[in-house]
């Protein structure tokens, strides 16, 4: 439901961003260097960010879902808790990179493929209630029922993010940096 909500949202914004993206392109012209700056320094962190990630992916999914089988066991507990917060901090500011200037920047580039900007936006949404479902609860204070569900969360998280990481290792940072390329080799 969400996910169809969001498609939506998208479809119209994306007549919206045709008609501001003539516009965007006029006004930005004079501050393009600035931007494309910009985005090829956010690029190198997010790419730098999705190796100390991926570094933890798997330990987050094995404890959470040992955890959600075993949920009175301190120990593990303990174990799922370390888990999310090796990953939290650095997703926050990776994915409010990519919000704040990665995608605005590809919706207003005409040679940008919209289906990657919409499915990074899904994918996004989906970390954020998976890890507002981690964040419920306490994985050291939380009843174990409440444990349960946290630990499924952090292991659909983990794979959610795994699936995000290697999209954007696919197909997300290429095409950027081919509009990147297109965009300096217009400039010169």
């Known amino acids: 439901m969400i996910i169809a909500t969001l498609r939506v949202i998208m479809l119209t914004q994306r007549s919206v961003f045709t008609h501001q993206r003539s516009i965007l392109t006029e006004r930005s ?3 393009d260097g600035t931007a494309q700056s910009r985005v090829e320094d956010a690029l190198a962190r997010l790419n730098s960010e999705d ?4 570094k933890h992916l798997l330990d987050a999914a094995v404890a959470g879902a040992v955890v959600a089988r075993q949920p009175s066991d301190t120990i593990l507990r303990a174990e799922a808790a370390e888990a999310w917060n090796s990953i939290k901090p650095v997703i926050v500011n990776h994915l409010a990179r990519q919000e704040e200037i990665i995608l605005p920047w590809a919706k207003m580039r005409s040679d940008f493929p919209f289906d990657l900007i ?4 899904e994918q996004h949404l989906r970390l954020r209630h998976l890890a507002e479902t981690v964040d419920a609860a306490s994985f050291i204070a939380a009843t174990d029922e409440e444990v349960v569900k946290a630990g499924t969360a952090l292991t659909a998280f983990a794979v959610c993010l795994d699936d995000l990481i290697d999209g954007e290792a696919r197909d997300l940072f290429p095409m950027i940096q081919r ?4 965009a300096n080799t217009k400039g010169s």
């Not at 190796?51 to 991926?54: K, M, T």
């Not at 919409?118 to 936006?121: E, G, K, S, Y």
């Not at 509009?179 to 297109?182: I, K, Q, T, V």
Request: hydrophobic share 55%; glycine share 0%.
């Open 179 to 182: 509009s990147l390329l297109l």
């Open 118 to 121: 919409l499915r990074a936006h």
């Open 51 to 54: 190796s100390e990630l991926s």
């Open 29 to 31: 012209f004079l501050n």
